[in-house]
C-alpha cells in the first residue's frame, strides 16, 4: 500500500496550491480520506476529510473557506485546493487512509492507519 503526497511549493501569501495523493494497493474506493499537516516545531493537526463516495467532507476551522479536498475514485487520487495561502499554512502535508472512520475521530490521526510522506508547503509573507 502506498499514498504519494505532490504538489507542494513555494508560493506567496493569497496565492494558491493544488496537492494530489495518488493510492496504490488499496481498494480505493473503499477508503476514507484526510489530509493532514504539521509545521516545524508543532504537532500534527488535521486540515480535511472525505468520505469513500466523495458525498460528505469535513475542514478544519482553520482552513474553512480557503481549502478544498475532493477525490477521483477512477484515478484513485484525493485532492486539496489550497486558495487564499496564508504563511501560517507553511507545513508538510501528509494524506491518510483508513477503512472505516467514525464522526467523532475523523479528525483524528489515529483513525488513520495508512500514511504517505508528505510534500512540503511553505507560503512566503
Known amino acids: 500500500v502506498q499514498l504519494q503526497a505532490s504538489g507542494g511549493g513555494l508560493v506567496q501569501a493569497g496565492g494558491s496550491l493544488r496537492l494530489s495523493c495518488a493510492a496504490s494497493?488499496?481498494?480505493?474506493?473503499?477508503?476514507?480520506m484526510a489530509w493532514f499537516r504539521q509545521a516545524p516545531g508543532k504537532d500534527r493537526e488535521f486540515v480535511a476529510a472525505?468520505?469513500?463516495?466523495?458525498?460528505?467532507?469535513y475542514v478544519a476551522d482553520s482552513v474553512k473557506g480557503r481549502f478544498t479536498m475532493s477525490r477521483d475514485n477512477a484515478q484513485n487520487t484525493v485532492f486539496l485546493q489550497m486558495d487564499s495561502l496564508k504563511p501560517e499554512d507553511t507545513a508538510n502535508y501528509y494524506c491518510?487512509?483508513?477503512?472505516?472512520?467514525?464522526?467523532?475521530?475523523?479528525?483524528?490521526?489515529?483513525?488513520?492507519?495508512?500514511w504517505g510522506l508528505g510534500t512540503l508547503v511553505t507560503v512566503s509573507s
Open positions: 491518510a487512509a483508513s477503512r472505516t472512520t467514525i464522526l467523532s475521530t475523523i479528525r483524528s490521526g489515529a483513525a488513520y492507519n495508512t
Open positions: 494497493g488499496l481498494t480505493f474506493r473503499s477508503y476514507d
Open positions: 472525505i468520505r469513500k463516495t466523495g458525498g460528505v467532507t
